[in-house]
């Protein structure tokens, strides 16, 4: 659903290189403001990497992406400003040691201290109190965390809570600053599938509430606009028909390269994220 504040995510020919090789390439998007976009692959097929790419947290090195108005690579800033991320290993990890309150005020002072104007900075700080409030009340909403279900409310420490808990405690720290775009990684990492329809109805009232959402899963839902970054598909394919045919002895060369080719893609993935921690 066309919302206020979504965008369009589009891309052509999106690529990018790190240290060791292509973390993604040619990855092609069309998706129109308010669409539920998924990154479909394996694990270390550079999901995580296109997902901070197409976020403007990561340079890309071929191609073009755009995110409403904004152009990837020159308006990096500028698409940052409008997206936000969660659940992302390494970017947005929760402090176990933090009751959820403490996530939620935190958040919504940064985003009061960096985001807005001097004029709500003067206001009255009952006012600017109220104001926060209501910002993490929505989002809490929106991300269907509900305080009361949780084993001491607000006062949870984030190492007591659920997976999926935390999954939604992440998505519900990143709306407080209103995004246009969101961004999550690992949707279904170590969920049932019970979990992975929750998470997947989740993101999807999200962005029917006008906000473009882009998720990393394994295996993206059927309404999705889907965006796979495993383009070793069809030469699995080839590989396995093959393997009928040869003798035990001529299978073992390919199965050794499949081996070595997904370990030069994890090593490419740790390298561009690695890249994108210094920038």
């Not at 809490?140 to 084993?151: F, I, M, Q, V, Y």
């Not at 998720?215 to 699995?236: L, N, Q, R, W, Y």
């Not at 002895?249 to 993935?269: G, L, M, R, S, W």
């Amino acid at each position: 659903m066309d919302g206020p504040n979504a965008v369009t995510v589009g891309a052509e020919g999106f690529g990018l290189r790190g240290p060791r090789g292509w973390a993604f390439r040619g990855v092609d998007i069309d998706a129109e403001p308010g669409a539920l976009v998924a990154v479909e692959g394996p694990s270390g097929s550079g999901r995580t990497c296109l997902l901070l790419a197409l976020t403007g947290r990561m340079r890309p090195t071929e191609g073009t992406a755009s995110v409403g108005p904004f152009r990837l690579p020159k308006q990096l800033s500028a698409v940052r400003r409008v997206s936000a991320l969660a659940h992302v290993p390494g970017v947005t990890d929760l402090d176990p040691a933090l009751t959820v309150e403490e996530h939620l005020r935190e958040r919504a002072l940064l985003q009061r201290r960096f985001d807005g104007s001097l004029r709500a900075l003067l206001r009255p700080r009952a006012e600017r109190a109220a104001a926060s409030r209501l910002r993490i009340d929505t989002a809490l909403a929106a991300a269907g965390l509900d305080r009361e279900s949780l084993p001491k409310g607000t006062r949870t420490a984030v190492r007591d809570l659920e997976r999926i808990e935390a999954l939604r405690l992440s998505v519900a720290l990143a709306l407080i600053g209103r995004p246009r775009l969101l961004g999550v990684d690992d949707t279904d990492l170590k969920l049932s599938d019970a979990e992975r329809a929750e998470v997947w109805d989740l993101l999807r009232s999200v962005a029917e509430s006008g906000t473009t959402v882009v998720a990393v899963c394994s295996e993206a839902p059927k309404d999705a606009v889907v965006v796979s970054t495993a383009p070793a598909e069809k030469a699995e394919s080839t590989a396995k028909a093959a393997k009928a045919e040869n003798t035990a002895t001529a299978e073992k060369a390919p199965q050794d390269e499949t081996v070595k080719n997904e370990n030069k893609n994890k090593k490419e993935t740790a390298d561009a994220l690695a890249e994108a921690g210094r920038a």
